[in-house]
């Protein structure tokens, strides 16, 4: 390790499939997380899980296929992670995936060998809920089994830095804003877990409100401004307006999407939002429709990373 200090900042995140095989690991990994899958049984969970990735597995690969067959998640994140390792002189940067390579197991490992004591972990969701933070932190810390100083960073959607990232970001993906209508999609949930007391929602709802406040006194004026979930599977209710809903508003009409819950550009925003939504979009008449990239390792973003971590 070339840097001095035995501190380590660590980004958690859910991880994407390079190939077939990688994507079962995901789709067995994430569904037998209990907290995706609230059961009290963990047998229960796992066959539940088995039935699940053994019906999605095929149709699922065939998604990746139009995506060149790996999520982008993982380059990105390898990008972002050097970009920022070049950038700290204060601590050296790693990361972990939830559900694919690297685990937080092998970058413990890692860390031990390279004598770090004291680890920042900052999960790359603005927002918190129990189904992505609260796992990822928990997967961690399990493995570390207390062998280093601990910090774990608070959500941040509410962060300056970071949402001047977004806001460049959103500035950069069309002309002339007031022909777009602007929906904010966040990955959805089911409505159970948020009346279980996860803030997810709430975060998402005041991150809207913030975003839509700074676009405002930029005189960055777009025609209309909502937010909508994306995402849901299964008969059970999710939390509303759904994306698909939300879109047959706009007939005839210019859209931009940002995907505000997402950190770094995955299979979530490069198939789903930007391939089968948009197949939605055409046939609803929609006369445009745009999706923005996600901050990924932008320098806003870089800067804001130094700011919520108060690492230098």
């Not at 089994?145 to 959103?170: A, G, H, M, R």
């Not at 999609?185 to 997810?200: E, F, M, R, T, W």
């Not at 405002?216 to 809903?245: C, H, T």
């Not at 508003?249 to 948009?278: G, R």
Request: glycine content about 2%; hydrophobic content about 35%.
């Amino acid at each position: 390790m070339s840097k001095e200090s035995k501190k380590a900042l660590v980004l958690l995140n859910m991880g994407g499939a390079r190939n077939k095989s990688e994507l079962k690991m995901f789709l067995t990994n994430m569904f037998n997380d209990k907290n995706i899958l609230t059961f009290n049984s963990n047998f229960f969970r796992s066959i539940l899980a088995k039935i699940i990735v053994t019906s999605r597995l095929d149709s699922a690969w065939k998604n990746y296929e139009l995506i060149g067959n790996e999520s982008p998640i993982n380059s990105l994140t390898e990008k972002l992670v050097s970009k920022l390792d070049d950038d700290l002189l204060e601590a050296s940067v790693y990361q972990v995936m939830r559900y694919t390579p690297p685990f937080a197991d092998e970058c413990i490992k890692e860390l031990e060998e390279n004598g770090i004591t004291d680890v920042v972990l900052l999960p790359l969701y603005p927002q918190y809920s129990t189904t992505t933070t609260k796992s990822s932190v928990e997967d961690f810390e399990e493995f570390a089994q207390n062998k280093f100083n601990i910090e774990v960073i608070e959500p941040f959607y509410k962060n300056e830095l970071f949402n001047d990232s977004i806001i460049e970001t959103i500035e950069e993906s069309v002309e002339d804003y007031s022909e777009y209508n602007l929906i904010f999609s966040a990955h959805g949930l089911p409505q159970k877990i948020v009346d279980n007391g996860d803030p997810y929602q709430m975060h998402v709802q005041e991150h809207v409100e913030i975003l839509s406040k700074s676009l405002s006194e930029r005189n960055i004026n777009f025609k209309s401004i909502s937010l909508a979930y994306q995402s849901k599977v299964g008969p059970m209710k999710w939390l509303e307006p759904a994306l698909d809903e939300e879109l047959k508003k706009y007939k005839d009409e210019k859209v931009l999407i940002y995907p505000i819950a997402f950190i770094v550009d995955n299979s979530e925003t490069d198939f789903e939002l930007s391939i089968e939504y948009k197949e939605e979009a055409d046939e609803i008449g929609i006369a445009d429709y745009k999706v923005c990239k996600c901050v990924n390792y932008n320098d806003k973003f870089i800067k804001a990373i130094k700011d919520i971590t108060k690492l230098s």
